[in-house]
C-alpha cells in the first residue's frame, strides 16, 4: 500500500521504488517501466528520478488513452 494520499504529497522527484508504490507494482516492473521510451524518467548519476508533475501527466494521459479506445 502507498504511504502517499493524493498527488499532493508526493515529492517532487519520486524514485523508482516510489514509483512502485504509488502505482502499486513492483520494484521490478517500475523499473522496467522507467525504463520505457514514453516514460518521464531521467537518469542523475546512477539514480533514475521522475518528475512528479510529468509523472501525474503521463497517468492522466495513460487515463485518457485507456477511455479513448
Known amino acids: 500500500m502507498s504511504k502517499f494520499k493524493s498527488y499532493d504529497e508526493l515529492p517532487l522527484m519520486l524514485s523508482v521504488p516510489e514509483i512502485a508504490s504509488v502505482l502499486g507494482i513492483s520494484r521490478a516492473a517500475s523499473y522496467e517501466l522507467a525504463r ?25 494521459r495513460k487515463v485518457a488513452d ?4
Do not use: Y
Open 36 to 60: 520505457s521510451k514514453d516514460f518521464p524518467s531521467l537518469r542523475i548519476g546512477t539514480r533514475i528520478v521522475v518528475p512528479k508533475d510529468q509523472f501525474i501527466e503521463w497517468v492522466n
Open 66 to 69: 485507456k477511455h479513448g479506445e
